[in-house]
């Protein structure tokens, strides 16, 4: 009997399937390529050969896609980020008080106090950092990215490196390479400068104490850790399955959310992924705010909608 987790991104869609005792029993990593319906149906599409509807027990959703993944999928939790990668983190070790958390196109940081969260930060503005801007520099210099961190360690000095906006930092970067410096030295550079930016926009005026937790695709950048380490003075721990900690906490949160309310899943089952769901959007004129609102439609009938800040669409629709 299992536990669905699902974290729909921007950049990528993760799945995680947890047994009654909480472990990671499978995990799926998905490009969502601005699709989050069809990413969720290809990943469903592949556990139905696997799974069946008999044997789930819940399903949570999570990450800026988690209100359309929910009518899909007939959630049974529905928490943003913040709430699902804390959880995940605590049920790991309680005593953590930071979480560093960098995605593929924005980074966040997390502050918890006797296991609540009492702080947190986003940065969705620039690229710089992220798990996106990593991956041009790693293509861009023909490095594989899971050896990009490697060639860090390798350094033996760190080329300093503008890292405040993603296009200062790769013109530095080029800018470097044709006064000669070695490819280790740049990308240590790229790795500190990265962190410096992280700690100065994302982390300012934030306590951080230990334990920290490193959390995120980018948390696989063993340079990044090195940095971060050496930049706070503190040890950094980087969790199992540390890439999909954002579904293990939602999946985490259906389980407590079933357990207090004593019920059964809402999930749709397995056939989903053959299921014909669109989306459409309309601005509301009921009043001066013009909320954009967004219909998920199964065939031509509507399952849900959500973008409304009074909730007359969104409650209308409620499943």
Known sequence: MYYIGVDVGSVSTDIVMLNENMEVIDSLYLRTKGRP????????????????????????????????????LGADAVKNEITAHAVAALNINKNVKTIIEIGGQDSKIIILKDGIVTDFAMNTVCAAGTGSFLDRQAERLDIPIEDFGKYALKATCSVRIAG????????????????GYREEDII??????????????????KEILPEIFFQGGVASNIGMKTSFEHYLGLKITIPPHHKVMGAIGAALIAKETLLKQKKHTNFNGFSLSNTDFNSQSFECKGCSNRCEIVQIKNNNSIIGAFGDRCGKWSKSNAV
């Open 164 to 179: 405040r906006c993603a296009v200062f930092a790769e013109s530095d970067m080029i800018h470097k390479q044709q006064l």
């Open 37 to 72: 319906i069809s990413a969720i149906k290809e990943g469903f599409k592949f556990l139905s050969t696997k799974y069946t509807d008999d044997e789930i027990l819940g399903v949570g959703t999570t990450g800026s896609g988690r209100e359309i993944a929910s009518y899909v």
């Open 188 to 205: 240590k550079g790229l790795c500190d400068a990265l962190v410096r930016n992280y700690l100065s926009n994302v982390g300012k005026g």
